[in-house]
């Protein structure tokens, strides 16, 4: 067998970097060789620095591991980052100016013009963004990321749509899942019983990746699709799992059954290379009236499959339904694990 990529994880002691190590564990082309937190947890075995929050138990080799200074000397080529944005912005230069592919979890970097913002079933080509970079040129370092974990199932939901009938307009209402704050995150008590309609930042960055993503790659630049977008958000009380409520008016008319073909039959490149976190099916629509719930499927397709539900005529736009993801898997760490797996398969990470 091929030797694996060796990897880094930044922010390796977090919610997201707990994931990363979970879902790397046995990965055929990849395997975790260095880890790096904050002060706090330097120099401190993995296992006694990462408050482990996953059902799985902590993998044995990576508990020993030590856990690095943020710092890109010592480190390995690849980097996955799980980083708050206001660290990432200044550490995830630093890491791609060394040389290093940084594939992000983190806000910090999604909008710049040279940053490829990727779901690899619905903009790959996007990624060749990267090809404009400093860092690249300098010193074939780069920086890719994945979108936020809100934008990413609704875009899941609407790629299908809009290349098969367009948009016009797209609303949504999000019901947050308290881990997408990481951790310790939202307290216990402004959270059970209630429902926190605010998330900082989070209407803003779910309207205007949506736009990215669904947009066309014109030679340097990214031309954002031209459909109305907007979101409200709201956290609540569930462990795992972004639920939203969203309504559509779509450019061409379309009935229920071309919809849901549109969905449960969706392919894209990361099926057709068999990249090996890709879901089989990576939107699936259920027919059951009370579904999906975060409950029974989030952890659909191990957590990469989108569900969608409750497709029904909407009194002012087109369509109204359900969408599902799972916001620390889909939504973070196998997001950018899909990403790394198509930036292998593309010749990125020799
Ligand atoms: N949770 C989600 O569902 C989700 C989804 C999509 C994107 N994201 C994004 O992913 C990133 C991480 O989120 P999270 O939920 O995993 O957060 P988290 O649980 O708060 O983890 C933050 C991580 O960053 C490390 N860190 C903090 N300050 C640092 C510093 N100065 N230098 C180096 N490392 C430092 C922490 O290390 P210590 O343990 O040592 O403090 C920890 O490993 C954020 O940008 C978030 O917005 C999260």
Not at 71 to 85: N, R, S, T
Not at 160 to 184: D, H, I, K, N, R
Not at 331 to 341: D, I, K, M, W
Request: hydrophobic content about 40%.
């Amino acid at each position: 067998m091929a030797k694996k990529i060796p990897v880094g994880l930044l922010g390796a002691t977090g919610i997201v970097g707990q994931r990363f190590v979970q879902i790397l564990e046995n990965h055929p082309w990849f395997e975790v060789a260095w880890l790096a937190a904050s002060d706090r947890s330097e120099g401190r075995a993995y296992g006694e620095a990462a408050r482990w929050k996953l059902k799985t138990a902590i993998p044995a080799r990576v508990a020993q591991m030590h856990v690095s200074p943020a710092k890109p000397d010592g480190a390995p080529k690849v980097i996955f980052a799980a980083l708050d944005a206001s660290i990432a912005a200044e550490l995830e230069p630093q890491f791609a100016d060394a040389g290093c592919a940084v594939i992000t979890n983190s806000s910090a970097l999604r909008m710049k013009s040279d940053v490829p913002l990727v779901i690899p079933e619905v903009n790959p080509d996007h990624v060749k963004l990267l090809e404009c970079q400093a860092w690249r040129r300098k010193s074939r370092g780069f920086v890719v990321t994945n979108p936020n974990c809100s934008a990413i199932g609704l875009v899941m939901a609407l790629a299908p749509l809009e290349q098969q009938f367009g948009l016009e307009t797209v609303m949504a209402v999000t019901m947050q899942a308290v881990s997408g704050a990481g951790y310790p995150g939202v307290a216990s008590l402004d959270i059970l019983g209630n429902v926190i309609p605010y998330i900082a930042k989070e209407e803003e960055k779910m309207e205007e990746e949506t736009r990215k993503l669904l947009g066309r790659l014109n030679g340097s630049n990214i031309q954002p699709g031209a459909f109305g977008m907007s979101a409200q958000c709201n956290r609540v009380a569930v462990e795992d799992g972004h639920t939203e409520s969203v309504s559509v008016k779509l450019k061409k008319k379309a009935g229920p059954e071309e919809i849901i073909t549109a969905w449960n039959e969706f392919r894209s490149v990361p099926q057709e290379l068999r990249l090996p976190s890709a879901p089989e099916q990576p939107v699936k629509y259920s027919t059951a009236l009370d579904r999906p719930q975060p409950r029974f499927d989030s952890d659909s397709g191990n957590g990469m499959t989108t569900s969608v539900g409750r497709l029904r005529p909407c009194g002012v736009l087109d369509w109204k339904f359900t969408v599902l993801s799972h916001n620390t898997i889909r939504g973070a760490a196998g997001a950018a694990l899909l990403n790394a797996e198509l930036l292998k398969a593309q010749g990125y990470l020799e």
